[in-house]
């Protein structure tokens, strides 16, 4: 029905996995902004498609018996958190249900166990790495903080944010004065001038090391020793400052050439009795701790024996081959980023591992150039970025036949897509665990495991 104010009542029904709340109206499935399963809405709809429309909710008429008060101030502004609003275990049970359903629907999957998520044991604070963007307004005022919910040219100031630290938020607070008060500009992705582009912050759960990194645009950090030495005064936590320069269009996080201003310019993290540096523009798992359990998933759907080869493909920085070394008598990580590679063959020196070798390429690649023969049929994992297996890695994978294979997604969509074509080449996948990294948000991990028939 529509409302005398043009608003039409919906009943939500379901989330959606891009983090959206679904309803039906006359047919046609409605993608909301707002709202929570069991909710009545009085909604906008702002765009209509030929299947579905889109809406946003503009007044809860009958709220859900599990929707809770978000602890951040900036909640319904931040496009952060998605689900702060429903209570965790409901997140969690939405979750399992969104992969089901794209093992269903996507894959064509009926009979698969999905076990319950492996939960977070503390749902805020979890965060190692936050990036905070630099803005200027129309009115020329700097701005430091996160992007407004859909849109990538707002930045509200951030006052306080519950996924990393209260320390983080110490040190956002402070930049932002600093540069207010020597008058430094902030970048203007529109006409490309300014300074101050990004605020990177890491820190780790174990070691207790934080690193600062700004990223800048070209030139030198103005007041540069002004900088760090009231920086490291106001906040002695800090173990390192970097500064990345970068003159690129693309506004990412990463700069171009890079220039230690205080510490030794990485920070040390550890994970199941392993020690692993992480530099600026090192990947590594965003919660340390949950990355244990994740790992330890994987490595008991694994089942790795003494006389097992392991090709390790999409390695990263080496953190699942390293943590497997010990258990197996080989492993091969293979990874397209070079600087990935370096820091995995320094992480793997650091922990003293003499079994494990690194190979610097895309996947598909080293799969077609290396004999079958060579690699003999050795057990595979693989951990991919969010869109999945390339169809040719999957096809060298399946040529190197190996026995098991284990996969870590972030993605279930594009999980239930390969699944698929693994299951036409004659593997099973008996199970799915997820395993929670990021409460309060649409982003899930799971890890299968595949047997060959």
């Known amino acids: 029905m529509t409302t005398p104010d043009k608003l039409v009542k919906l009943e939500i029904v379901d989330l959606a996995f891009d983090g959206k709340s679904v309803a039906h109206l006359n047919g046609k499935v409605v993608f909301l902004k707002g709202g929570l399963p069991g909710e009545t809405v009085e909604a906008e709809i702002v765009q209509s498609r030929r299947t579905f429309d889109k809406a946003l909710v503009h007044r809860i008429i009958k709220k859900s018996e599990h929707r809770i008060e978000a602890r951040c101030s900036h909640f319904n502004q931040c496009g952060g958190c998605t689900w702060q609003d429903l209570d965790y275990e409901q997140q969690l049970l939405f979750k399992h249900k969104q992969i089901v359903d794209c093992l269903e629907r996507l894959g064509g999957f009926k009979d698969i166990e999905v076990a319950p998520l492996l939960r977070v044991e503390e749902p805020f604070w979890y965060r190692n790495k936050m990036e905070f963007s630099f803005h200027v ?15 990538f040219d707002r930045i509200f100031d951030l006052s306080k944010c519950y996924l990393q630290s209260e320390l983080s938020n ?26 101050l582009r990004f ?15 700004l990223v800048t645009n070209q030139g030198d950090f103005p007041d540069v020793d002004k900088l760090v030495a009231e920086m490291t005064s106001a906040i002695p936590e800090i173990t390192t400052i970097i500064h990345n320069r970068t003159g690129k269009v693309s506004n990412v996080a990463v700069g171009e050439t890079e220039e230690i201003l205080f510490g030794p310019g990485y920070i040390e993290e550890e994970l199941s009795g392993r020690r692993f540096l992480i530099r600026a523009n090192s990947f590594f798992q965003t919660n340390s701790l949950q990355a244990e359990k994740l790992y330890g998933v994987a490595f008991e759907m694994l089942d790795p024996k003494p006389d097992e080869r392991v090709l390790d493909l999409f ?6 081959g390293i943590l497997l070394a010990d258990k197996v008598a080989e492993v091969l990580g293979v990874e397209l980023v070079e600087d990935a590679i370096e820091a995995a063959s320094r992480n793997a020196a650091i922990n ?55 996969y870590i997604s972030c993605n279930p969509a594009t999980f239930a897509r390969d699944a698929k074509l693994l299951t036409e080449a004659g593997y099973t ?3 799915v665990r997820p395993v929670d990294m990021f409460p309060h948000t649409m982003h899930i991990e799971l890890v299968g495991r595949f047997y060959r028939s």
């Not at 129309?138 to 849109?151: A, K, Y």
């Not at 956002?172 to 300074?195: C, M, P, Q």
């Not at 605020?199 to 990194?213: K, P, S």
């Open 137 to 151: 307004d129309d009115d020329d005022t700097l701005r430091l903080g996160l992007h407004e919910r859909g849109r």
């Open 170 to 195: 110490q040190v956002v607070t402070w930049v932002r004065n600093f540069a207010l008060e020597n008058d430094i500009s902030a970048y203007n992705v529109k006409t490309h001038e300014g300074y």
């Open 199 to 213: 605020l990177v912050i890491r820190e780790t759960a174990r070691t207790d090391q934080l690193m600062v990194n």
């Open 315 to 320: 390695c990263g920085a080496g953190t699942i």
């Open 352 to 406: 003293d591992i003499d079994n494990i070798t690194f190979f610097c390429g895309h996947v598909r690649d080293f799969l077609k150039q290396t004999p079958p023969e060579q690699l003999g049929q050795p057990t595979v994992i693989v951990d991919p970025p969010r869109a999945g297996l390339h169809p040719k890695a999957i096809k060298r994978i399946i040529t190197v036949r190996p026995e098991k294979l284990v």
């Open 429 to 431: 996948l008996p199970q």
